[in-house]
């Protein structure tokens, strides 16, 4: 099973609708793969992996939106892993921000520890 549920906040904005589709479909082609090998290894069983993402915004204005996105994901193991990923948009300059811009440069070191 795959699921993606993605408010239409964030789909308005086409770059960052392509970035949180981009990394969707790279998990959801990993877990086709998994599923695949899996298929193959148990001669035809066909596990029940599944792959479900929901992205929040969870700040913006005009300049700037942050979201973020949890991940269920159920791969044939003994348990799921769940797993979050964030993007700060800058919405004038249609690109993420990468975390080490969030914070001045002489903390920056300090900020990521």
Do not use: C
Request: net charge neutral.
């Amino acid at each position: 099973m795959l699921s993606l549920d993605v408010p239409k906040a964030i789909m308005s904005i086409d770059p960052l609708k392509v970035n949180v589709l981009d990394r969707f479909k790279s998990a959801a082609d990993e877990t086709k793969k998994n599923a695949d090998e899996e298929k193959t290894r148990r001669s035809g069983y066909f596990p029940p992996l599944s792959l479900e993402t929901k992205w929040q915004i969870t700040f913006e204005n005009k300049s700037v939106i942050s979201i973020s996105g949890i991940t269920y994901e159920y791969q044939g193991g003994a348990h799921p892993d769940t797993y979050f990923q964030t993007i700060v948009w800058d919405k004038i300059n249609n690109r993420d921000i990468p975390i080490t811009e969030l914070f001045r440069k002489d903390k920056v070191d300090l900020a990521l520890k």
